[in-house]
């Protein structure tokens, strides 16, 4: 299921945990604060290795940081993608998954402490199997599904649930009947609902060129080729914002060529 393997180029938003934080080490929770603060910045400016390191710090000063957790597990999952060696890549999604692990375990009520693990989740299907991608496909969903309940308001979850749900309808007929043979089968997706929520995250982020690039490819799938032609003709109106925007505003111009 590619396109879950491509949400790595969401904008990176710093949520700061409200909860007190307690000296650790020789950092103050105030120290801590501005670190947090700075590594996002620095994403955001397309350092993802300053960026990393800043989080790692702050971890190993408050290893149950919330901000530190989940940004931390993204910018592994992304990292990772962009990696030639299979086991490289496995290694870096290896790392995501165990900081979203984390962020799940001591932050069980935040919403995108769920996100990051369907995320490095998604990741690992890259590296298994179609068995295991299959039983993956139904944690993936569950883990949204809550991020969704809980953090209703951010758009990264609908885009990701919507491509799920696209995802999952649209499976390749060789993996639709290696599902039949695996406990559970196939979970169940819904292309309405993709266009829903797809929809619903571009709303809430009219800005984002990955969202609708992500709605064009769901019409493609679908062979709803004249939404996909309106969809990418928007897009190549608008201006990148982050880092991996301009490939995509080339793949929107190859995709329209080819419709």
Do not use: C
Not at 10 to 21: E, I, M, T, Y
Not at 170 to 193: F, H, Q, Y
């Amino acid at each position: 299921m590619p396109r879950l393997l491509l949400i790595i180029a969401l904008p990176l938003l710093l949520v700061v945990h409200s909860a007190a934080l307690a000296q650790s080490g020789d950092l103050s929770s105030e120290k801590i604060k501005e670190m947090v603060k700075e590594a996002s910045e620095k994403f955001d400016k397309g350092e993802e290795e300053e960026s990393l390191d800043l989080f790692l710090k702050v971890l190993e000063a408050d290893s149950e940081n919330y901000d530190a957790l989940w940004n931390t597990a993204i910018i592994y999952a992304r990292m990772g993608y962009r990696l030639d060696s299979e086991s490289e890549m496995e290694e870096y999604f290896e790392k995501a998954l165990e900081y979203a692990e984390k962020a799940k375990e001591v932050h069980s009520d935040k919403g995108r402490s769920y996100y990051v693990y369907a995320v490095a989740l998604g990741r690992m299907t890259e590296v298994m199997g179609t068995r295991d991608r299959i039983r993956a496909a139904h944690e993936i969903g569950k883990n949204v599904s809550k991020a969704a309940e809980l953090e209703p308001d951010y758009a990264p979850i609908w885009h990701l649930y919507g491509v799920w749900h696209s995802d999952v309808a649209n499976v390749s007929r060789a993996e639709r009947a290696a599902a039949r043979l695996v406990s559970g089968g196939l979970p169940d997706g819904s292309n309405e609902k993709a266009e829903e929520y797809l929809n619903k995250a571009i709303e809430m982020d009219q800005e984002s060129i990955l969202f609708r690039m992500d709605l064009a490819r769901h019409f493609i799938e679908t062979g709803e080729d004249d939404k996909a032609r309106e969809v990418l003709e928007a897009v190549l109106g608008m201006e990148p914002r982050t880092k991996d925007d301009p490939n995509k505003l080339k793949e929107a111009e190859e995709l329209l060529g080819d419709l």
